[in-house]
């Protein structure tokens, strides 16, 4: 029952965690659009290929946090202890991602400042 407790915060964590690395990332890439109002009407997944295309993210990190996104929006449709484990597995690299990815977003806010 407890670890049922810290499998559900730590997906929870995960989901939260990946809406705000969303929202960084858009406000990140209008440094490179004209218009940030482009931006603005981006679903995720365009955030995430724009962020590839301006070197924000490797194409290989860009297909990972394309399966982040999609495992995140099956956590919101599937509450089944399997699809609980299964996001657990993916937590150690994204871990890694992030921390990639908010030092990729660093030297966009120095760049822009």
């Given at each position: 029952m407890l670890f049922d407790l810290y499998r559900n915060?730590?997906?929870?964590?995960?989901e939260l965690s990946l809406e705000t690395a969303g929202k960084l990332l858009r406000k990140a890439l209008k440094a490179f659009e004209a218009s940030p109002r482009t931006v603005d009407a981006w679903v995720f997944n365009d955030v995430l290929?724009?962020?590839g295309k301006h070197g924000v993210m490797t194409s290989d990190e860009v297909e990972r946090w394309l399966a982040y996104?999609?495992?995140r929006n099956s956590t919101a449709h599937d509450y089944g202890a399997g699809f609980a484990n299964d996001t657990l597995q993916l937590l150690p690299a994204y871990l890694h991602d992030v921390r990639n990815l908010a030092?990729?977003?660093q030297k966009v806010f120095d760049a822009s400042a």
């Amino acid at each position: 029952m407890l670890f049922d407790l810290y499998r559900n915060a730590a997906i929870k964590s995960f989901e939260l965690s990946l809406e705000t690395a969303g929202k960084l990332l858009r406000k990140a890439l209008k440094a490179f659009e004209a218009s940030p109002r482009t931006v603005d009407a981006w679903v995720f997944n365009d955030v995430l290929r724009h962020a590839g295309k301006h070197g924000v993210m490797t194409s290989d990190e860009v297909e990972r946090w394309l399966a982040y996104r999609a495992n995140r929006n099956s956590t919101a449709h599937d509450y089944g202890a399997g699809f609980a484990n299964d996001t657990l597995q993916l937590l150690p690299a994204y871990l890694h991602d992030v921390r990639n990815l908010a030092l990729a977003l660093q030297k966009v806010f120095d760049a822009s400042a």
